[in-house]
């Protein structure tokens, strides 16, 4: 009877059929937010002043039930020593683990580290990335652009490197391009196209410069663009006949398709 | 007699063929539009003090008209109590009730309440939409686009969190990231390439990491992109004739479907 | 011989084929050029101060010879008066009209439409247009996507009256957002992800919406985008077999073919 | 035997198969970013002062590394002559040229040409671009869609160049539009969607008008990324075996094509 009590736990955590698996994955989601929103708000001065002990509070009831979870996630799985090591296992320890050495590392003395420990604990978000079902079109077209888009960066780093140098000598020191590396930032900042303004070009030389790298920026921001929408372009028109209906046989659905066109049940399984 | 009047009016309200119809849509997106440039004039300070009577005149005059156009619309409609629940009605009464409710508050006591209502009457401006027409390819490639927008969108929430954690220290709060949250807007304002340049990093470090993000930035910028351009290219190339879902614009049924692949929804209306 | 002469005139003028004809459309490019440079140098002061006399001899030597183009063009053209109502020989007339308006205004007394009338001769920059000979393909794209970019241009600006309208109940008065037409201002800065920062969020719940904004920008940039995309895709795909070469009379070219794949030859007469 | 020597070191310098070949080449291309990275730092003032002997002996170590490269190039090289006036040739010579003109420039006296010289090595960054290997398809859709784009710009000059003007008209010199050129470099700043901020609209109808042209740019900035995924989505699927041009990659010729219908160059290579 343990067992079955283990394989009902094992049912509940790790599949999101049946409605109280559902039920456990959206509770999970609520507190992931909820001890994500507790980190964002203790950052803020004012916040973290304020209700100090009620933060604080939360934190540990969130790490307390993280770590139950991690330890029924463990005792429960087929084969534990796989899941640990999976890519959601160590996420699942990485949400729990700063709370910990928080404990261990006496604030007072070791700030940065301190503050760094702290604020790690944000990336207890990744734990909702295993939520996300249907990132699987959008990631193998990212894929499978993958290589020409090393290219097309490691392109526009070879560009930025030489706009940047020539920007430096047009503008110099004195307009605020005081290096290189902060000229190739500027570059890198123009080109695309976020333009925060805190170095601008001041000559009527480094302004024709930068218009002209501009424009240059409106073909290259293209090339990304181009490559991943013919990416999914290919992903999206891949031939029919691959989806069959588990409940009425009928074949022939569009790829991406959710429901049965013939007898309208949910294809989500496949 | 008062049949037959009652007949004509609701053909040159709710229709928009015969030249009397069209002439009642035109006069009627020519007050929407003057009505909402009247409350826009009337929140800039100067016009306001200025043009005080004249303003009150022509606010009053066209929440009498639109009251008007309501009390015809419910009824000459076929079945006023379907008009009034509909999206189309409640924006109707949405248009008049803030001058209204105008009367009700004593502007000195409830200045915020106050001013949220006189504001609130720009929301007229959604009685033009039934006038976009053809707006249904546009919307159809968008909703068919939306489950994987929405991924989308919640795979940048995820990743500007992390984004902007880092920055948070990296730069700190000598930099004007004062706080996770703040970093984290930092981080959407230069992954979406707006760049106001209201905080942005100062460090040799931070604009390292700045240049990362917004490298990266041009690959993730592409992904929306591609998505709206595959759905309207499907939508645009689809032979006439096909099967499209009324519920969510989805085409691409194979012969003889009968529920929707996208939502599930019954297909026999057509 | 006269009738000779001017029939000459015309095909220099008019045509671009022959070395003698390109060649005419060649310094015509370089004078056009240079005249706008003169009127962009004029504009700096210093520069004005400073070379006065030279701008003066330089804007009267290029408007005179405007002039005797524009009386050529008339004589020479097969029928005067259609060119002078055609756009380009408006275009023409416009070129040459400011600088003669300028000697008819006393300069010292009508200040504002001295400048303008200066400014206007900048418009002789429309002259080019002509010359922009293999446009067709981007007009007919961007042709037959103009109803379907009105449509989302009256769409984003509802959406920007009315996020607008919200930041400015959010930020009010205080924070740079002054009036509503101010904040509709800042929702289409945002928006289109240009970002001046000349006004900015301040409190944590404008920043909040302008993430939400932000973002949703994404999905609202990605439009045109796939609108344009998909015409031009049609417009390339376009069925091959229509270009004819005229001197082997191979079939079957791809549309946008400039030479001849079977001979070589030119195919830009078609 | 000497023979035999040269024919290795050819083999390992010009190809990248072979084990030892790839070892050559990675060592080369970790020479090219170190000597690239001594570059950026020596700009930085602070480095400067504190490491400048380092930056010196790096520096020269490099010059004499990439000389010994560029002589043994020339030496194994099938056809030196050839090798010295190609492309790559040139650029392993400009790499190591500035290092060389350095000694012979005294620095006090010419600052602004020893500067020049300082910074010209930042150009030996170009040397990596011979080891972007698979750039040809993105490069073929570049080339395809030069002729489209640099149409594209031209227009978008044309188009600055006037919206410049009448900014200038609009906002005037106190506003800091204070010639027409520097209205035309705003133009291209809020067309492109940099938006530095360091010019903005400052009266109510600049920031109209800004805000048309914003708009307007939804529609142009979509132009370019059209053009080239369009192109790039031709490149991709075009089936295996069909004739490409060598000069200028483009694709589609009909079968027993002679001649590109694109560039015209001759296809008989193939």
Same mark, same amino acid.
């Given at each position: 009877m343990a067992e079955n009590f %283990?394989?009902?736990c094992r049912r509940i955590i790790f599949d999101s059929n049946k409605s109280d698996e559902k039920l456990f994955d959206i509770l999970l *989601? *609520? @507190?992931i937010s909820l001890s994500v929103i507790v980190v964002l708000a203790e950052s803020i001065e004012s916040v973290r002043s304020q209700y100090a002990g009620l933060l604080l509070g939360l934190e540990w009831g969130f790490t307390i039930l993280f770590t139950i979870e991690y330890i *029924? %996630?463990?005792? @429960? @799985?087929e084969k534990p020593w796989k899941y640990i090591r999976s890519f959601y296992g160590i996420i699942d320890l990485l949400a729990i683990l700063p709370s910990y050495l928080d404990l261990l590392i006496p604030g007072a003395r070791y700030l940065m580290l301190f503050r760094i420990v702290r604020v790690l604990r944000i990336f207890r978000v990744l734990k909702l990335v295993k939520y996300i079902g249907d990132a699987n079109i959008l990631l193998s077209a990212i894929a499978a652009s993958a290589r020409k888009i090393g290219i097309f960066i490691f392109a526009v780093l070879t560009l930025v490197t030489i706009l940047g140098s020539v920007m430096y000598l047009i503008e110099g020191?004195?307009?605020g391009f005081t290096s290189i590396p902060k000229s190739v930032y500027w570059a890198i900042v123009t080109l695309t196209t976020v333009g925060y &303004?805190?170095?601008s070009p001041q000559t009527p030389m480094g302004q024709l410069f930068a218009s002209i790298i501009m424009i240059t920026g409106y073909g290259i921001i293209a090339v990304p663009t181009g490559i991943v929408t013919v990416e999914l372009s290919k992903v999206s028109s891949a031939p029919p &006949?691959?989806?069959v209906c588990d409940n009425c046989g009928a074949k022939n659905h569009p790829r991406g398709a959710i429901f049965c066109y013939n007898c &309208?049940?949910?294809l989500e399984n496949d």
């Open positions: %283990r394989h009902r *989601i *609520i @507190a *029924i %996630r463990i005792w @429960a @799985a020191p004195d307009n &303004g805190d170095i &006949g691959k989806i &309208g049940a949910s």
